[in-house]
């Protein structure tokens, strides 16, 4: 079965990511949360309180899903983005939640930092969340679409796919409270992901959640 893991670091911004993460959970996949550390401590004091922190972190995340059980991960890279990426590989994971950049209006999604770099090569489909998504607690996904800008037939094979796992209606029009499947373009390298212009236009554009798959890829949350 596929896995979910949310990129989770306690900011307000990330509790969106985690909104997102538990509805495509109802599909029937695992979820996780991963937060990433970019170095180590030489001083074992001050590794002690890194450590700590970062599970605090995610015990906060745990908390607001109502899950104490929720895996955690903590992983130790100099890039947040390629931690995540090899975490997901290393778990068997098809799925990175991110939330939206701090900066974004409530509505929109703009991914960050982190989000990016795996939007440019990276070989795990990548959900971005629209900012403000935490705040709504009625939430949830009523349609999944597939992105206009889409030429991989992979996008509308996961889109249909997931609108039944979740038993909601498979559209045409995006939503504000749909998912949007967006393949990534005819020239990226098979299973990975490479946006063209179109594809990022639509992105700046969304008022829904994201999720950007790898060139082939099908990604199917429902276990079959």
Same mark, same amino acid.
């Given at each position: ?7 989770? +670091? ?7 990511? #985690?909104? &997102? ?6 599909? =029937? ?16 004091? $001050? ?24 895996? $955690?991960?903590?992983?130790?890279? /100099? ?10 590989? +290393? ?9 939206? +950049? ?5 509505? @929109? ?7 990016? @770099? &795996?939007?440019?090569? =990276? ?5 971005? /969340?629209? /900012? ?40 045409? /029009? ?21 946006? =063209?212009?179109?594809?990022?236009? #639509? ?11 790898? @060139?082939?890829?099908?990604?199917? #949350?429902? =276990?079959?």
């Amino acid at each position: 079965m596929s896995g979910i893991i949310v990129s989770y +670091d306690g900011t307000p911004n990330d509790d969106d990511a #985690l909104a &997102l993460g538990r509805l495509l959970a109802r599909a =029937g996949a695992p979820l996780a949360l991963a937060y990433v550390r970019h170095s180590r401590e030489f001083d074992p004091a $001050r590794e002690e309180l890194a450590q700590h922190d970062a599970e605090r972190r995610l015990e906060h995340g745990a908390s607001w899903l109502g899950d104490p059980e929720i895996p $955690r991960h903590i992983v130790v890279s /100099a890039s947040t983005g390629a931690g995540l990426g090899k975490l997901a590989e +290393d778990e068997g994971a098809s799925l990175l939640v991110f939330g939206s +950049d701090y900066r974004t209006p409530p509505g @929109r999604v703009e991914p960050g930092t982190s989000a990016q @770099r &795996l939007l440019e090569g =990276g070989s795990v489909a990548i959900a971005v /969340a629209p /900012a403000g998504m935490r705040t709504h607690a009625d939430t949830a996904i009523t349609s999944v679409t597939v992105g206009a800008a889409t030429e991989d037939p992979a996008a509308e094979s996961t889109a249909k796919g997931l609108a039944a796992a979740l038993g909601v209606d498979f559209t045409t /029009a995006p939503t504000s409270s749909g998912l949007i499947v967006v393949g990534s373009q005819p020239s990226a390298p098979e299973g990975r992901v490479a946006l =063209g212009g179109a594809s990022r236009q #639509l992105l700046e554009s969304a008022r829904a959640a994201v999720l950007v798959l790898p @060139r082939g890829t099908v990604v199917s #949350l429902g =276990g079959g």
